[in-house]
């Protein structure tokens, strides 16, 4: 793996990570559950319950997403670190968003004591969360971000264990990057069937036929039916 790990403080001894079968098994069972989300949002929330459940010595999973020009998108799952998360976010500051920006892994060996987020000490030591890993997550072509695991004891994870969850944020991201591919795919067909809406209604033709002019118009442009379906519907909005 390329990412590389920043480590402060002293690390505590924590629960060995799953042989290799059990994390097969885990890969394979986070693989049936993102896929088969409702949505990307759904997904996101899968991820956070599995990762909360799935890395040894977590109470809390936090997922962040920067898209473009657009706002942070975060879920989490677990009974403590909401006010950390609320602090870290509200801020623009923390090791999930370092983790993010740096594309690095960020752990915190103790955050009552960690002078890179002073502001979190408090909500930290009110919530009884010690320690962070934060894996960056990075959907293709569309956001970047990271997945925050809490811990209740300083010292973070030890090396079994972060190497699982960097293989399951590894994984997510195959899967998140497909679930936005699907998604795509879904808002192209959904703009070109009621494109061919519009041109029925103008021509008073059949559905097969409104698909056919549809695509000839795009060839004869030299476009895609999805930027010609765009501009029909545009027009048809602006002389209504």
């Known amino acids: 793996m390329s990412r590389s790990v920043w480590n402060r403080g002293p690390r505590a001894t924590a629960p060995s990570g799953p042989h290799a079968v059990e994390l097969a098994g885990l890969l394979h069972e986070l693989s049936v559950r993102l896929l088969n989300a409702e949505s990307f949002a759904s997904a996101l929330e899968r991820l956070a319950e599995f990762l909360a459940g799935a890395v040894p010595g977590t109470v ?123 998604d795509g795919m879904s808002t192209d067909a959904a703009t070109v069937d009621r494109a061919v809406g519009v041109i029925i209604a103008q021509r008073g033709c059949g559905v097969r036929e409104a698909y056919d002019v549809l695509g000839e118009t795009a060839q004869r442009l030299g476009l895609d039916r999805r930027a010609v379906a765009d501009r029909l519907i545009k027009a048809a909005v602006r002389n209504a």
């Open 60 to 182: 809390r999973s936090s997922v962040a997403l920067i898209g473009e020009g657009g706002p942070l998108t975060c879920t989490a799952a677990g009974p403590s670190g909401e006010a950390v998360d609320e602090a870290q976010y509200a801020s623009g500051a923390g090791p999930g968003l370092d983790a993010a920006r740096t594309r690095s892994v960020v752990t915190v060996a103790d955050l009552a004591g960690d002078e890179r987020w002073p502001h979190l000490a408090e909500p930290a030591r009110a919530t009884g969360v010690r320690s962070v890993v934060a894996v960056p997550l990075d959907v293709p072509r569309a956001e970047v971000g990271a997945v925050s695991l809490y811990l209740p004891a300083p010292g973070g994870l030890g090396p079994d264990p972060l190497l699982t969850a960097m293989a399951l944020v590894n994984q997510a991201e195959v899967l998140l990057g497909e679930l936005r591919r699907r």
